[in-house]
């Protein structure tokens, strides 16, 4: 059988099993030798081997029968197969053979990358600037020198980008590493399918084939059992074997609920980085440089001092929100044919404008300090002093005087009528340990962006 033979049949199969699956499993089979009824194929890797057997030899066999040719069965061994292209199809330029690693290994399960998400168009600032300098590090892709590399931070303060930007570093300066990026909720999801579909082995062999594995919003294994243990056995796997590992989620090791100890312990054991909150420097380097990418794309669109300003003071939240404003902004200006001037910000704005001066409330704070630390609402307004209450009730106390406009007086009443200087005892407290307990300092500053955002 010829290859221009088999590229006739490969394309039937096209039609047979959707683009997706034909560019994953068939393309890459490269036909070797048809002998006494045999049909014998090369894949790229083992596990491709096992799967197209198991999933897709009756179709192949089917196909080539319906050619005339005299074909019993069909084997699939392990080669240095590339893909094949079909005689009646262009060969790849030059861009898309550079990519042949990134082909070979298209079995791998990711999620899509985002080509926005890269270093260059990652704003640093003083919040992000250690996440930033570690992810460039293992960007390089040169010896493990921590594993893992943790990135945690609120919503909207560039986890996922730095991912993404590793991973497109990666692939661009280290095209045969083998890099496998995806979230936390498509790696519970992988291992449910195996388990159901009794491929559980075919799993551990893809996860455990990696160079560089990458997960995140990692919280969401929490409280999964099995998911959790299978985690835990693929991260031992990688590390063991010196692969690098990177992971992301929306806070620190240590204050993921439901996270198994060993888990927990194994994700500290590496450099741990916090991307805090943006600072107004931050802010403004970022919208100034989504304004000229988007000042390139409306020549003709003015706009007026003192916006990106106004915008970075009066935006807080998150960076999304802020990126989302200013798009707004522009479209609007471009539509209407209007300059965009701090008065059509606060025309175009104003419902995002009114939620980010959403104000804290005594009572969202109980209730938030009064999950976090597992106590009862209202133990912690009540009498009780025991120790385990009353830690958690000057927390709150403290956060009530910093994030609102309540007098001491007022937030006394809001915690069962206790007089002002039982407060003033507890804000002091609070602050005398934050000094010394830095599991303290870490819990409030994770309340408080909990509530900032």
Not at 58 to 70: D, F, H, M, V
Not at 238 to 250: F, N
Not at 260 to 274: A, F, H, K, N, T
Not at 323 to 338: H, K
Request: with cysteine.
């Amino acid at each position: 059988m010829t290859k221009e033979l088999w590229g006739q049949v490969s394309n039937d199969l096209r039609k047979t099993v959707g683009k997706t699956n034909h560019e994953t499993w068939i393309a890459p089979l490269e036909i070797i030798a048809l002998k006494d009824g045999i049909v014998s194929f090369e894949a790229p890797t083992k596990f491709m081997c096992d799967w197209v057997s198991r999933n897709y030899g009756e179709p192949i066999l089917s196909a080539l029968r319906k050619t005339g040719a005299p074909v019993e069965r069909i084997t699939i061994g392990l080669g240095a197969a590339r893909p094949v292209a079909p005689a009646n199809t262009p060969a790849p330029a030059p861009a898309a053979r550079k990519s042949a690693r990134a082909t070979e290994d298209s079995e791998l399960p990711g999620a899509p990358l985002d080509a926005r998400f890269t270093f260059d168009s990652f704003v640093v600032g003083k919040p992000n600037e250690l996440a930033h300098a570690a992810a460039r590090r293992v960007a390089e892709g040169g010896p493990v020198t921590f594993n893992p590399l943790f990135l945690y931070g609120g919503v909207g303060l560039g986890k996922t980008h730095l991912m993404h930007a590793i991973a497109h570093e990666l692939q661009t300066g280290r095209p045969d590493l083998r890099v496998l990026y995806l979230s936390a909720e498509q790696f519970m999801y992988r291992f449910v399918q195996a388990l159901r579909d009794r491929q559980i082995m075919d799993f551990k062999e893809l996860f455990r084939s990696v160079d560089v594995l990458m997960v995140d919003d990692v919280q969401f294994i929490a409280g999964k059992d099995s998911t959790q243990e299978e985690f835990f056995h693929t991260f031992n796997a990688l590390v063991d074997q010196g692969k690098q590992i990177v992971i992301s989620a929306d806070r620190a090791p240590g204050e993921i609920k439901d996270l198994e100890e060993r888990i927990r312990s194994r994700l500290q054991c590496g450099l741990v980085v916090d991307l805090h909150p943006t600072d107004y420097e931050l802010r403004l380097g970022i919208l100034q440089s989504k304004a000229d990418a988007y000042c390139a794309r409306y020549p003709g669109l003015k706009m007026a001092d003192g916006v990106l300003e106004f915008l970075a003071h009066r935006i807080t939240t998150n960076v999304r929100v802020l990126e989302g404003a200013l798009t707004r902004l522009f479209a609007f200006g471009s539509l209407v044919g209007r300059e965009i001037t701090l008065d059509l910000a606060q025309e175009c704005l104003a419902d995002i404008l009114r939620a980010s001066d959403r104000r804290v409330t005594i009572e969202e704070i109980q209730r938030k300090v009064a999950e976090h630390y597992n106590v009862r609402l209202s133990d912690m307004i009540g009498p009780k002093r025991l120790r385990t209450i009353a830690r958690p009730r000057q927390v709150a106390m403290y956060l009530a005087k910093h994030l609102t406009t309540r007098s001491l007086p007022e937030i006394g009443r809001r915690f069962g009528g206790r007089d002002h200087t039982t407060i003033m005892h507890g804000i002091r407290k609070i602050d005398e340990l934050m000094a010394t307990d830095q599991q303290l300092a870490e819990d409030i500053g994770l309340l408080k962006r909990l509530m900032e955002s």
